[in-house]
C-alpha cells in the first residue's frame, strides 16, 4: 500500500535528552514537511524539504533539526534546546516541491516530556 | 490578526441538518484553497479542493470569495459520521496555512 507511516505513535523523552521521528513515504514525492499541532491550535510548520539533500525552516525550526538523505525519508529530532516539545507531531508529503500544493498527513507522533 | 481563522465552534446539529462553516484568510495573494477534515487523536485528510467557481461533491459543498477573502464549507443531510473537525487551509507565501480548525458533533 502506497502511504506515509511515522513512528513510534506514541513517545515519551526525559527533559535534556534528544529523540527522533521517523518519517516515510512510498509516494514518490518531491516534497516532505513537519508539523507540530498543540491542542486547539493550527498546524505549524517546523521543516519542509522540497528535494534530496535541501532543507528548510518553517516558522517554528528553533530546537529541531532534519535530514534529507532519500526520497523516502524525513526524519526530526527534537532537541533539548526544544523549550516545550510536548505536542502531536505531523509529517506530510506533496508530489511536487510546490509548498502550495495537496498535502498528505502520516499517522502523526505523540511526543510527551516527562 | 491571524492569517486564516476561524469560529472554532463546537457546532452541535441534528442529524439531518445543513451546517455551514466559514473561513477568513487575510492574504489577499493567496493562491490555494482546501478543507480538510481532522477526527479526535487522528492526522487531518484531505476532504475537498476549494475552486473560485465553487465545487461539489456529495452532501459536500465549498466556494471561494476572493473579493472577499472568505471560503466556505456547506455540509447536507447531517450524518453522524461527519463529527470531527474541519481545517480551513490556505496556500500563500509558499507555504500552506492551517485555521485551528472547527469542531461539529452531528447527535442523533
Known amino acids: 500500500d502506497g502511504g506515509i507511516t511515522q513512528s513510534p505513535k506514541y513517545l515519551f523523552r526525559k527533559e535534556g535528552q534528544n529523540v527522533t521521528l521517523s518519517c516515510e513515504q512510498n509516494?514518490?514525492?518531491?516534497?516532505m514537511y513537519w508539523y507540530r499541532q498543540d491542542p486547539g491550535q493550527g498546524l505549524r510548520l517546523i521543516y519542509y524539504?522540497?528535494?534530496?539533500?535541501?532543507?528548510q525552516k518553517g516558522d517554528i525550526a528553533e530546537g529541531y533539526s532534519v535530514s534529507r538523505e532519500k526520497k523516502e525519508s524525513f526524519p526530526l529530532t527534537v532537541t533539548s534546546a526544544q523549550k516545550n516539545p510536548t505536542a502531536f507531531y505531523l509529517c506530510a508529503s506533496s508530489p511536487r516541491d510546490r509548498s502550495t500544493d495537496t498535502q498528505y498527513f502520516g499517522p502523526g507522533t505523540r511526543l510527551t516530556v516527562l | 490578526r491571524k492569517e486564516v481563522e476561524q469560529d472554532p465552534g463546537p457546532f452541535n446539529v441534528p442529524e439531518g441538518a445543513t451546517v455551514a462553516f466559514n473561513c477568513t484568510y487575510s492574504n489577499s495573494a493567496s493562491q490555494s484553497f482546501f478543507w480538510y477534515r481532522q477526527d479526535c487523536r487522528k492526522e487531518p485528510k484531505l476532504l475537498m479542493s476549494v475552486y473560485s467557481s465553487g465545487n461539489e461533491d456529495g452532501r459536500f459543498t465549498a466556494q471561494l470569495n476572493r473579493a472577499s477573502q472568505y471560503i466556505s464549507l456547506l455540509i447536507r443531510d447531517s450524518k453522524l459520521s461527519d463529527s470531527a473537525t474541519y481545517l480551513c487551509v490556505v496556500g500563500s507565501t509558499g507555504k500552506l496555512i492551517f485555521g485551528q480548525g472547527t469542531t461539529l458533533q452531528v447527535k442523533p
Open positions: 509516494l514518490n514525492h518531491d516534497a
Open positions: 524539504s522540497q528535494i534530496v539533500n535541501d532543507f
